[in-house]
T-cell receptor
Framework: GAVVSQHPSRVICKSGTSVKIECRSL??????MFWYRQFPKKSLMLMAT?????????EQGVEKDKFLINHASLTLSTLTVTSAHPEDSSFYIC????????????FGPGTRLLVL | EDQVTQSPEALRLQEGESSSLNCSYT??????LFWYRQDPGKGPEFLFT???AGEEKEKERLKATLTKKESFLHITAPKPEDSATYLC??????????FGPGTRLSVLP
């Protein structure tokens, strides 16, 4: 149990286009979902926290108009990178947390984005 | 400010050479401490949750322990397939966790 999927696993796009990444909790309902960015050999960098049905909370320095997050249901959150540029190329990982307070976060497999 | 540190940053072991990874934390409150394993190009995989000082959890060659200021991940007789980055994270009653920077473990055959 506790499986989180991400789609796509990797995407290549042209500069200026928008890319949508989906994060789904497959066998549990996620009250909260998180979006991270990870650079090579670096730890996770939290971008935003989203709760179902409400606006996402963005970390300092993360542009909310560039990284649009929608948490439409208890099993789905999406991250849209708008007008992507080469500096947005990175590994994006989502995680989901069940409603229980003592539960851990379960991570998706990640999405590798390359902007040309 | 709540903080989690991990040491060493990188560790190279020979197959069968047991060792320990350290996770030290300074937080206002501890609801739980979590260990994850991350392979290159993949998302972190959950390993253990520890809730209170003195608690221990085991899984195959891994054993996690917790004190009031730190946690250890002991690896007994490691194999090359144990090579990965090991992350610890603390739930400090906030909405998210405070993550450590990770320890990159390489086990050589």
């Amino acid at each position: 149990g506790a499986v989180v999927s991400q789609h796509p696993s990797r995407v290549i796009c042209k500069s200026g286009t928008s890319v949508k990444i989906e994060c789904r909790s497959l066998d549990f309902q996620a009250t909260t979902m998180f979006w991270y960015r990870q650079f090579p050999k670096k730890s996770l960098m939290l971008m935003a926290t989203s709760n179902e049905g409400s606006k996402a909370t963005y970390e300092q320095g993360v542009e909310k108009d560039k990284f649009l997050i929608n948490h439409a249901s208890l099993t789905l959150s999406t991250l849209t990178v708008t007008s992507a540029h080469p500096e947005d190329s990175s590994f994006y990982i989502c995680s989901a947390r069940p409603g229980k307070e003592l539960e851990t976060q379960y991570f998706g497999p990640g999405t590798r984005l390359l902007v040309l | 400010e709540d903080q989690v540190t991990q040491s060493p940053e990188a560790l190279r072991l020979q197959e069968g050479e047991s060792s320990s990874l350290n996770c030290s934390y300074t937080v206002s409150g501890l609801r739980g401490l979590f260990w994850y394993r991350q392979d290159p190009g993949k998302g972190p995989e959950f390993l253990f949750t520890l809730y209170s000082a003195g608690e221990e959890k085991e899984k195959e060659r891994l054993k996690a322990t917790l004190t009031k200021k730190e946690s250890f991940l002991h690896i007994t007789a490691p194999k090359p397939e144990d090579s990965a980055t090991y992350l610890c994270a603390v739930d400090n009653y906030g909405q998210n966790f405070v993550f450590g920077p990770g320890t990159r473990l390489s086990v050589l055959p």
